[in-house]
């Protein structure tokens, strides 16, 4: 207001030789009345400057910001006939010409704006939405007839409430709650910014997000609101705001102001110390010595490095309509003051005079200026004292440094023809909404942006992956050693006595068992993981086979010791291979099966970890899975009851106990693995499983085959006929 009214006493085409002076009062909301009366009751104060004549009473307000203050103005001020010009009240209750004579105001009545926001509302098609008022006729008039408006286009409220106007953190709790709970996802807020910021504060506590925030222009461009902390939550806001101007010289004359050490109580000088955080005079009775809690300013910092809402001129739309009201007041002045005699609009085409003038005969040209200021805007009253109205649709977004920034993304101009009034431009703009990231990504904390997850899965870089494919390495070099030693000694009595042919192919059995447990470790794929359990489920049943039909030689064995016992001619070579070709057949039927009609497959699990993704094998047909899993158990179990049957045989026919041993190793390590393979994250699980493989092949690695090397390798004294006829 300083500001535009020292511009216009610089004017040469308004006012010349006139000089408009001012007074300004904080009414802190609470005092707007008393600030309002005591600026009308100057009238007997005549100005001190000697260069000046007339009398210092107040002929015009510019204010108030609020709709309830300026209405209790207005009414009490209204008998006297001063004119009242607001910036910032909209309530459509102030346009009662009755009751509000001498009101006026730059900044277009809510009437005007919750029509644009219905139309907003049909043009995107939502039909389910929420509203929020302040307790103030602003928030209730404006809610009210917005409501009234969407209705008619079908439009269903889910809820509707009041802000609290003293903060009350439970009722604000509250109505978060029933935000989160609600289906509707948008909601439309009639509020300053001080109780949205409230609300604001609660919605991040309880972390509400995916709401599309239709704002009122008391705070769509709100700075104290799209702060670090909130933007991830109100980003994508779409309201309307007042047109906005570049004012030149602005800045700098907001940067070029400096506090007065006569003027204790200037809000220049309140401002001055809590920007810099010092005093400009150290309160009465003390000391500089003994005031240590703030220091004392110079009056000389500089406002040029400090980043504050203050010095940012780059949305000027209240301050616009600050600058409007003045100018309105500045050319109803001069045409009052070029009014010529007798062609006067008062009592015998009579003028007012410049110098004394009554406020009425002001508010008389108040009500019909009417002209285009240097920004292109017009400026003028219609018959209610409302200004033309006309706004800009604002989409709050995210610039790339991170803040926000205020993109003009449609207009709406009441003038239009109707129908048309609003125009959008629908690719500029971003919403709130959630955008869903890619199965790939996850958004970051501050949910602004999708990253990529990372990706897990045991890999042969991994230093788990490294150790257990260096195992099953081992685990297939001991085995194949095995089978050099008994190659080297196939003529051996040890070797003959426990079926070299049955130990050969148990062997080639095991040696396929550790390299499969490989084929876990890496990037699952299709045929990976398709290869993986149908391979380990046939080759780990050809193992089982092999000693099954082993456990049975020991048994048909000692049974053909006893006198007229002609039982192996039952159970011959040709028999053996027949029950192995038979038992493994029925587990590679069932893989068949399953690899045609549900293969496994390799898939990426999210659910486990939000931020990773873990690739793994999917079984595909899980009764497929279970069954190859009961088949072995089964042949297991035969093998353990057949073999703990033989196992207190003569020794020297025997290696039942040796299979037993194998058998109880096999049944401890699955026992336990199925706890440990639920509870394991991630790539472990698979780790999990190459481990029961790898242990139950070494079991039975060493309980068979560690004895009969021991004697080969150790005690070949032993490996005699002589010995191995001998009983026990």
Not at 53 to 66: K, M, P, R
Not at 106 to 122: C, E, G, I, M
Request: glycine fraction near 6%.
């Amino acid at each position: 207001m300083i500001f535009t009214i020292e511009e216009i006493n610089r004017e040469p085409n308004i006012l010349p030789s006139i000089t408009l002076g001012y007074k300004v009062y904080d009414t802190c909301d609470m005092y707007a009345l008393r600030a309002a009366m005591s600026l009308l009751s100057d009238v007997g104060d005549e100005v001190q400057n000697s260069t000046c004549n007339g009398a210092a009473s107040v002929q015009a307000i510019i204010g108030e910001a609020g709709s309830l203050q300026s209405s209790i103005i207005a009414s009490s001020t209204g008998p006297f006939q001063v004119p009242i010009v607001s910036y910032f009240s909209t309530c459509t209750c102030l346009s009662e010409r009755r009751k509000y004579p001498a009101f006026f105001r730059t900044a277009p009545s809510d009437y005007f704006q919750t029509k644009a926001l219905a139309q907003l509302v049909r043009h995107f098609g939502w039909t389910w939405i929420g509203a929020l008022a302040n307790d103030d006729d602003y928030g209730r008039f404006g809610t009210q007839q917005f409501i009234e408006q969407v209705t008619e286009f079908g439009v269903c409220v889910a809820f509707s409430y009041i802000l609290p106007k003293i903060y009350n953190p439970d009722k604000i709790s509250q109505i978060v709650a029933v935000i989160k709970r609600s289906s509707a996802k948008v909601i439309v807020v009639f509020s300053r910014e001080r109780e949205m910021l409230q609300l604001v504060q609660e919605i991040t506590r309880q972390n509400v997000t995916g709401i599309q925030w239709l704002a009122s222009e008391a705070w769509i461009t709100g700075a104290v609101l799209y702060t670090e902390q909130f933007l991830p939550y109100l980003e994508g806001a779409i309201g309307f705001s007042f047109r906005r101007a570049e004012i030149p010289g602005l800045r700098e004359f907001l940067l070029g102001v400096k506090p007065s050490p006569h003027e204790g109580s200037s809000y220049t000088n309140v401002f001055w110390e809590e920007l810099f955080a010092c005093k400009l005079k150290l309160p009465e009775n003390t000391t500089e010595g003994s005031y240590t809690r703030a220091r004392l300013c110079t009056g000389s910092e500089s406002l040029e490095g400090i980043d504050t809402i203050y010095s940012d001129t780059s949305q000027l739309r209240v301050s616009y309509n600050v600058y409007k009201g003045v100018y309105a007041i500045a050319h109803a002045l001069n045409r009052l003051s070029l009014c010529e005699s007798g062609k006067g609009p008062f009592i015998n085409n009579s003028c007012a005079s410049i110098h004394n003038f009554k406020p009425w005969q002001l508010l008389h040209y108040l009500k019909e200026v009417r002209f285009t200021d240097q920004f292109g805007g017009e400026i003028g009253f219609d018959e209610n004292g409302d200004a033309i109205a006309s706004y800009d649709m604002i989409n709050c977004q995210r610039s790339t440094s991170g803040k926000v920034k205020y993109v003009q993304v449609g207009r709406f101009d009441s003038f239009a023809i109707p129908g048309q009034e609003l125009s959008l431009d629908e690719h500029s703009i971003v919403w709130t909404e959630c955008k869903k990231c890619s199965s790939d990504d996850w958004s970051n904390n501050e949910r602004t942006k999708c990253i990529p997850r990372e990706v897990e899965y045991l890999s042969f870089e991994d230093a788990t992956g490294i150790t257990l494919s260096v195992i099953a390495l081992v685990g297939a070099c001991l085995t194949v050693a095995v089978i050099a030693i008994f190659f080297r000694h196939k003529n051996t009595p040890i070797v003959k006595a426990n079926n070299s042919e049955l130990s050969f192919l148990l062997l080639s059995s095991l040696v396929m068992c550790f390299l499969c447990s490989m084929t876990f470790i890496g990037r699952p794929s299709f045929w990976s993981c398709a290869l993986r359990h149908t391979a380990f489920a046939i080759i780990f049943v050809l193992c089982v086979s092999c000693i099954l039909a082993k456990t049975v030689v020991v048994l048909m064995a000692f049974r053909a010791t006893l006198p007229n016992s002609n039982v192996m001619k039952w159970f011959g070579a040709t028999q053996q291979r027949t029950v192995i070709f038979f038992c493994t057949s029925v587990q590679a039927g069932i893989c068949v099966m399953w690899l045609v009609k549900f293969p496994p497959f390799p898939m990426k699990n999210t659910t486990y970890q939000n931020t990773k993704i873990i690739l793994e094998c999917n079984v595909g047909s899980v009764p497929a899975f279970y069954s190859v899993l009961a088949y072995i158990s089964i042949l297991s179990c035969i093998c353990f009851v057949l073999a703990f049957l033989a196992r207190k045989l003569p020794d020297k026919y025997n290696e039942a106990k040796f299979i037993t041993f194998s058998m109880l190793i096999f049944f401890a390590v699955w026992i336990t693995f199925i706890p440990a393979y639920v509870s394991s994250p991630g790539k472990y699980t698979v780790a999990v499983e190459i481990f029961a493989i790898l242990s139950s092949s070494f079991g039975l690695l060493l309980c068979i085959f560690t004895p009969k090397c021991f004697i080969i390798l150790l005690r070949p004294e032993k490996n005699t006929k002589r010995m191995l006829m001998n009983k026990c």
